[in-house]
């Protein structure tokens, strides 16, 4: 498949123009704002209706499905830049109940996800491929990055319907995240389980229309470099690519001396950027390097991944998989609301729901999704899910981006029985961890 430069520049323009739309959708279309859908979802819709895959009114090239699996190595290089260092003395048992309960979480998505498709689904559907059940934790845990990455992974070994699968589990996460999240609500303030609570209509301009008025903007980072010797976005953008090609490389020299295992590039990309940061730690450069900046650009790089992802959603596949794709996502639903309401309350002592409910919009959606629900429920965040949680995720990346690195490469070659046990036992080794230490306290 050859591209143009020219042709690559219509699609990114395209891509654009789209985000704009969704921008302005998101403004003036109130419905869309209770919602409170990302403007690169409503964009990705938007491609996707519009696109190749749906009316074939724009004119994106044939390689735009490619895109979200280069863009998600560059997200991933630029994440070790923007998280900050923080040593394990800093979680408090608040903190380690949190992590607790998110490591379950994500255990258990990946666990039960590939139980329930290789036990129950397979014996009506024996064609389905051995990594489908990996959809639930993919498109919910993971989200549309996530989506990309591991379509990647399952098509460069022959299954490329995987990528419209991801990515439409990740589009009914972000509507569940939603719809779901306003139940939580509505269900917390009926039984008396909210704390605190604001109505729609009190929220912050910039919450419910995703305009930031000029008395409340903040600075997006700092110049760390002077612009006559180098565009302080430049060097930080030139950071995150030396990052990706270096995992690019890498994987491609896995790859060549490991015929049946291939690490996906994006993880390769969050090696190399994690030992260019630790080497920069060393030395003063370290200084020069901003990690807001390096956020932005993660954040930007992500909103144009989620326009080409859900535009590559192919209708056809999903119509083929339509029955054990919805069996597989409801289970995946019931499994965190049994987790919200079951292990919540008993995981966090103090403004359960609140915590709870942040949680359930990054399980199912994206960490925006929770801190949109976050801001109905807990405006002034007294909870303090949020700022736990920033903290809390540094400890938390390792086990997801482990789990992508090695699931999807498990499963093609069909050990998913021992994969699941595994990963089942140690959510539950966790919980009883945690049960241990809290009777312990008491």
């Known amino acids: 498949m050859s591209i143009s430069p020219w042709q690559l520049f219509v699609d990114l323009s395209l891509a654009g123009i789209l985000l704009l739309l969704g921008m302005l959708l998101r403004v003036y279309v109130p419905f869309l704002q209770r919602l409170f859908l990302p403007a690169s979802v409503i964009a990705g819709l938007l491609a996707l209706g519009l696109g190749p895959n749906g009316g074939n009114w724009l004119p994106l090239s044939d390689a735009f499905g490619t895109y979200p699996g280069i863009l998600i190595a560059l997200v991933f290089a630029a994440l070790p830049f923007a998280a900050e260092r923080v040593p394990l003395a800093a979680l408090s048992s608040r903190l380690s109940r949190l992590w607790a309960f998110s490591s379950v979480v994500i255990l258990l998505q990946w666990g039960t996800g590939v139980v329930v498709a290789a036990v129950a689904l397979r014996s009506f559907w024996p064609e389905l491929h051995p990594g489908f059940g990996s959809m639930i934790a993919v498109g919910f845990v993971g989200g549309h990055g996530t989506a990309a990455a591991v379509g990647q992974v399952f098509a460069a070994q022959g299954w490329p319907e995987a990528t419209s699968l991801a990515m439409t589990s990740a589009t009914v996460g972000i509507l569940s995240a939603v719809l779901g999240g306003m139940l939580w609500v509505k269900w917390g303030v009926a039984t008396g389980q909210a704390s605190f609570l604001t109505q729609f209509e009190d929220l912050p301009d910039a919450t419910r229309r995703g305009l930031v008025a000029p008395a409340q903007r903040q600075s997006t980072g700092d110049e760390t470099v002077d612009s006559a010797t180098l565009e302080s976005l430049a060097l930080h953008l030139s950071l995150i690519a030396a990052a990706a090609v270096a995992g690019y490389y890498a994987s491609n020299w896995v790859a060549m001396w490991f015929d049946a295992f291939r ?180």
């Open 263 to 442: 690490l996906p590039i994006f993880c390769m990309a969050f090696v190399a950027a994690s030992l260019l940061r630790w080497g920069l730690g060393a030395t003063a450069a370290i200084d020069y390097i901003d990690g807001r900046t390096m956020g932005r650009l993660s954040g930007a790089l992500t909103d144009i991944l989620v326009v080409f992802g859900i535009a590559s959603i192919r209708v056809e596949v999903l119509v083929e998989y339509a029955a054990p794709l919805t069996l597989l996502l409801v289970t995946g639903l019931v499994l965190c609301v049994v987790l919200i309401r079951g292990l919540g309350p008993r995981f966090f002592r103090d403004h359960w729901l609140e915590r709870s409910l942040f949680t359930w919009g990054w399980i199912t959606g994206v960490t925006a999704m929770g801190i949109a629900l976050l801001r109905i429920v807990d405006t002034r965040n007294e909870s303090q899910a949020l700022a736990d949680f920033g903290v809390v995720y540094l400890f938390l990346a390792p086990i997801e981006i482990g789990l992508l690195a090695v699931v999807p490469q498990l499963l093609m070659q069909g050990q998913w029985g021992w994969l699941a046990a595994a990963v089942v036992a140690s959510a539950v080794l966790l919980m009883l961890v945690f049960a241990r230490s809290e009777s312990l306290e008491g």
